[in-house]
Each structure stands twice: as structure tokens, then as C-alpha cells.
């Protein structure tokens, strides 16, 4: 079993930056790949970043390649998503997730979710 945690979300103006956090718990969590995901009302909960523990490679949607970055933290057990030049358009529930089971890209291949972390952009 795996608890995820997010937080780090908030208002923020467009052109800021947020960095989300994502604790993990009940698990070796060094070796389990991670992934962020975004959803927003009324769309489907699309890919944003994922990490890898297999080489260390990390992920990115095109819509965020540039300006998102995923990192890790194996001693504090905590995953992270530093978002700059935050556009409207990145407004969204934020949500980190792990073990999974096929492409990174796949949110229905993802086992533990967190709870979400809302991100507002405005303009």
C-alpha cells in the first residue's frame, strides 16, 4: 500500500511558477516510477511529467516540455513538479500518482493516487 500527499498548489498570476510537492509513504520509494497528471473540469485527466527510477529518465506532455520540470527527493521521500511560465490554460487539479503498470503517458496504468492539489492560473 502507498499514501500520496500533494501540496504546493495555489493562485498564481500568469508567467508565475508553483512547485508542487508529492509525499509518499508505505513503500521502498526510490524504486517506483512517479507521475504527475492534470485534470480540468469537464476534460480528461491528461499526462503532465513522469519519472522513471529505471535510468533516472524523466517525461514531459509537449504542453509543458520547457517549462515544467520533474524531480526527486529519495531521502525525503518526495516527489516534485516545478511549474514556470504558468499559463490560464495550466489551471487544473493537479495530481501525482505511481506504480504503474504500462506506458507513463497512461493515467488508467497508475495504481495510487494522491488526493489533487488545485492550480489556478489567471490572467
Known amino acids: 500500500q502507498v499514501q500520496l500527499v500533494e501540496s504546493g498548489g495555489g493562485l498564481v498570476l500568469a508567467g508565475g511558477s508553483l512547485r508542487l510537492s508529492c509525499a509518499a509513504s508505505?513503500?521502498?520509494?526510490?524504486?517506483?516510477?512517479m507521475g504527475w497528471f492534470r485534470q480540468a473540469p469537464g476534460k480528461e485527466r491528461e499526462f503532465v511529467a513522469a519519472?522513471?527510477?529505471?535510468?533516472?529518465?524523466?517525461f514531459y506532455a509537449d504542453s509543458v516540455k520547457g517549462r515544467f520540470s520533474i524531480s526527486r527527493d529519495n531521502a525525503k521521500n518526495t516527489v516534485y513538479l516545478q511549474m514556470n511560465t504558468l499559463k490560464p490554460e495550466d489551471t487544473a487539479v493537479y495530481y501525482c500518482a505511481t506504480d504503474r503498470a504500462g506506458h507513463y503517458s497512461d493515467y488508467r496504468q497508475y495504481r495510487y493516487w494522491g488526493q489533487g492539489t488545485q492550480v489556478t492560473v489567471s490572467s
Open positions: 519519472f522513471s527510477w529505471i535510468g533516472g529518465n524523466t
Open positions: 508505505g513503500r521502498t520509494f526510490s524504486s517506483i516510477d
